[in-house]
C-alpha cells in the first residue's frame, strides 16, 4: 500500500494535480492523504494565533473542510477501488503541515501542483514548490506544473553530473516508474568539460548498473547552462517527467538556484520528480 499526500490551495492547478496524481498511481494501491492548510487572519485586538474555538479559527476550518468534502466527492465519482482518501486540515506553516503529516503516516511521496509566478522568461514554479522540494527532505516529491496532463511515461529524463554516486535508497521512485509503465530513461549529462574525471566515470558505471535490465540511453551535453540543457533536451524528447536528486552543492542544487530567476520555466509544462540524498 503506497502513502501518497496531496496538498491542495483549493486552485486549479491543485486540482490538476490530484487528477495527474490519481492517474499515475491508477494501477497502484493507494492511501491519499488530501491535505490543505489554512490560515486564520490576525486582528490588531488580539495579535495571539487563533485556536479552536475562535470565531474566525472555527469558520477558515469550517471552509477548508467543506472544499476538501467536495474534492472527495468529485474523486468518488471516478472511484477506483484501489485508492482510499483521508481529508487533512491544519491551521499551520505549509512545509510544517507537510513534514509532520509525511513523519506520522510514513508518506512514500508527495504529488502537488502549481500555477507558477511570472518573470521575464515567462512561468516558473512558485515559491510553495520550491519550498516543498527543497525542504521536505524525508519524502520524494512530484511537482505538477498546471497545464500538465498525465499521458503516461513513455520517456524520462534523468539530468546527472556524475559528481556522486546514485545509491538505491535514492532513486527507488523513479525506478518504480520506470518498471511500472516500462518507460525509457534518457540519462542525461551536463559537464563543463567533454573529459570525464575518474570520479565520474566510475560514477556513470554505477548509475548503469542499477539501471541493469532497464531500457536506457546516455545523452551529453557540454558548454550550456545546466537548467537551458535541461529544457531544451525534455522538451526535443516531449519528455514526460525529468528526475532529479537533491544534493547540497550538486548539479540539482545549481539548478534550484536557476529556478527562481528563469531556469525551470523553460520546461514548465513537464513534471519534475525531486528525490533526496539518502
Keep these: 500500500m503506497k502513502r501518497v499526500l496531496l496538498p491542495t490551495d483549493f486552485s486549479d492547478g491543485a486540482w490538476n494535480a490530484i487528477q495527474y496524481a490519481v492517474m ?23 495579535m495571539m494565533a487563533p485556536e479552536p474555538g475562535n470565531p474566525s479559527y472555527d469558520e477558515a476550518s469550517k471552509k477548508s473542510n467543506e472544499k476538501l468534502k467536495i474534492i472527495l466527492k468529485k474523486l468518488k465519482s471516478k472511484e477506483n477501488p484501489r485508492h482510499h482518501f483521508i481529508l487533512e486540515s491544519k491551521n499551520n506553516f505549509l512545509i510544517d503541515a507537510i513534514n509532520n503529516i509525511v513523519e506520522q503516516n510514513a508518506i512514500d511521496l508527495i504529488i502537488m501542483g502549481t500555477k507558477g509566478v511570472k518573470n521575464i522568461k515567462g512561468t516558473s514554479y512558485g515559491s510553495n514548490a520550491v519550498a516543498v522540494m527543497e525542504k521536505t527532505m524525508n519524502c520524494p516529491v512530484v511537482v505538477v506544473p498546471e497545464k500538465a496532463n498525465f499521458k503516461g511515461l513513455k520517456e524520462v529524463v534523468f539530468p546527472t553530473s556524475y559528481e556522486f ?16 509503465y516500462e518507460s525509457t530513461i534518457k540519462i542525461l549529462h ?43 533536451f525534455a522538451q526535443s524528447r516531449e519528455a514526460d517527467l525529468i528526475a532529479l536528486v537533491n544534493r547540497k552543492h550538486s548539479f540539482f542544487y545549481r539548478l534550484m538556484e536557476k529556478q527562481t530567476l528563469k531556469g525551470i520555466s523553460h520546461y514548465s509544462n513537464i513534471p519534475l520528480l525531486i528525490m533526496h540524498h539518502s
Excluded at 170 to 175: D, L, N, Y
Design 24 to 46: 499515475l498511481l491508477q494501477h497502484k494501491k493507494c492511501t491519499f492523504y488530501i491535505l490543505n492548510v489554512f490560515s486564520v487572519p490576525l486582528t490588531t485586538a488580539n
Design 165 to 180: 554516486a546514485s545509491k538505491s535508497g535514492e532513486i527507488k521512485t523513479f525506478i518504480d516508474f520506470i518498471k511500472d
Design 190 to 232: 551536463i559537464n563543463e568539460n567533454e573529459e570525464l574525471s575518474n570520479t565520474q566515470i566510475e560514477n556513470k558505471k554505477l548509475l548503469e548498473e542499477k539501471l541493469s535490465g532497464l531500457e536506457y540511453t546516455v545523452h551529453a551535453l557540454t558548454n550550456i547552462e545546466p537548467a537551458l540543457g535541461v529544457s531544451c
